[in-house]
């Protein structure tokens, strides 16, 4: 059977139409969608379909997106589509599949019938044909529409930026696989403006010149001045939300999640001893978040969510989240775990935002870099001395949102939770054991149920 892997930034007006198709295909048992932190709708008209599975890639940029899929996947046949085309042909799937399950080529590559682009023609065209000329019999090598052989595509490198579709090209070809061409028909692609074609033809340039042996890799930057890739975007939350009057804040360790996601991680990963140690030992909350996310180095994505995965999500949070939004409630997490697990615990309970610490990825892979949220330090709204607090990104989401603090709704279990609990409208203690965590709050709840938070907040 066949993965489709769908990287999507704000497609909200076109990714339920290419999912709709994607789920007609026969040969289809898994459709991955992996957001790239879109600011629309675009999560939320995807989980209209029950099989599609979301994720939020933790780095931005479609290379990060589709190496995400690719590692996510549990086919070996992959297919890759864009998120903003209409005009796919009913079999577009099979397409760009059988070719690779019949065992005639092992990477598949679409063209169209319309005229290549002014990139393709005016740089990737001239570039192939004197450096690869075996390539030149491609009319369309910057086509994003792709099937491939998962095992392979583990091999190469996703560049995350406009050269991804060549670079992958490229790879294939320098492995010495068995490409084929195909035409998947009339397709309608979005002009781009001039400044993203020139971006465009310097980025297209790099992913070619860079695998040509012939050139000298420290020659390179001169070709380019590269743009730096965004590394956050503030909040993640839709504009959509903007005008709602009411919130409602869950942590997520041992309050979504029934678990640790860190101590989770300590024993698959074998490092419970060095964690325990940081934790005894740091006094200093940076230094201390600094010193753990080090112990991630090297682990990649999907094993990461596997261990997100083992942990069991309360029960009946997703019907209570569900209730709570159609009391026009905003649902959100903030967490002192990695954005990486609150996000991927957002998609899975159809919440609309988290906000946690942005644990750093290079190729799919941790660094054991982490960059703690502006949000959380000290700021001109802050009511306790904490440097870093969760309560500070509550006085920023009231002002943002132009929401009142009585209305918004704060649930933690832990310390680091205290003065989030302490200054929202109303605080809810789940299931803690700290004694002044449970003084502060407005109500606790002793059960892991959500379902009294509905005759709480109301």
């Known amino acids: ?105 092992d990477f598949v590559k679409s063209c169209f019938d319309r005229q290549a682009g002014r990139v393709t023609e005016l740089v990737a065209k001239p570039l192939l044909s004197l450096l690869f000329p075996d390539l030149a019999r491609f009319s369309q090598p910057l086509s994003g529409m792709i099937g491939c052989k998962k095992n392979l595509l583990k091999k190469v490198e996703f560049a995350n930026d406009y050269g991804v579709d060549v670079g992958l090209l490229l790879d294939m070809h320098l492995l010495g696989v068995r490409i084929k061409e195909v035409n998947i028909g009339y397709i309608e692609n979005r002009m781009q403006s001039w400044e ?36 956050q975007m503030d909040y993640a939350i839709r504009e959509s939300l903007m005008g709602m009057e009411k919130m409602i804040i869950f942590d997520m360790d041992n309050t979504l999640l029934e678990g640790s996601f860190i101590t989770t991680a300590a024993d698959e990963f ?46 009946d949070a997703e019907y209570v989240i569900k209730e709570l939004k159609k009391k026009g409630y905003i649902c959100g997490i903030i967490s002192d775990s990695y ?27 941790a660094t054991g870099e982490v960059k703690v949220p502006s949000a959380f330090m000290k700021n001109r709204f802050s009511k306790c001395s904490h440097d ?58 002793s059960e892991r149920s959500f379902i009294k938070i509905l005759d709480i907040a109301y």
């Open 1 to 105: 059977m066949v993965t489709v892997i769908i990287p999507a930034l704000n497609e909200e007006k076109t990714i339920q139409q290419v999912i709709q198709l994607v789920s007609n295909s026969p040969v289809v048992d898994e459709i991955l969608v992996i957001d790239d932190k879109s600011c629309d709708n675009t999560i939320k008209q995807a989980r209209k379909f029950e099989k599609v599975r979301i994720y939020t890639s933790p780095k931005l940029g479609k290379g990060s997106s589709m190496r995400d899929g690719m590692l996510l996947a549990k086919n070996e046949v992959l297919v890759y589509l864009d998120a903003d085309i209409l005009t796919y042909p009913p079999n577009i799937v099979e397409l760009l599949s059988d070719p690779i399950i019949k065992g005639e080529a």
């Open 196 to 231: 993203q074609l020139s971006k465009m033809s310097r980025e297209v340039s790099r992913a070619i010149l860079k695998r040509a042996k012939n050139i000298e890799a420290s020659n390179l930057e001169s070709l380019e001045n590269i743009t730096a890739i965004r590394t």
């Open 270 to 315: 074998n490092f419970r001893e060095d964690l325990i140690k940081i934790v005894t030992e740091y006094e200093n909350p940076y230094t201390r978040t600094k010193s753990i996310a080090r112990l991630l180095r090297n682990r990649s994505l999907d094993e990461i969510l596997n261990v997100t995965d083992k942990i069991k999500i309360i029960d």
């Open 339 to 365: 954005d990486v697990v609150t996000n991927h615990i957002k998609n899975k309970l159809k919440m609309d935002f988290s906000i946690g610490n942005e644990l750093e990825f290079s190729n799919s892979v």
């Open 388 to 445: 870093f607090c969760k309560s500070n990104v509550l006085y920023q989401l009231a002002e943002k949102y132009k929401i009142d603090i009585k209305n918004i709704v704060a649930i933690g279990d832990s310390e680091n939770d205290i003065c989030l609990v302490k200054e929202s409208g109303i605080g809810i203690s789940f299931c803690s054991e700290n004694k002044y965590l449970n003084m502060v709050a407005d109500e606790i709840i």
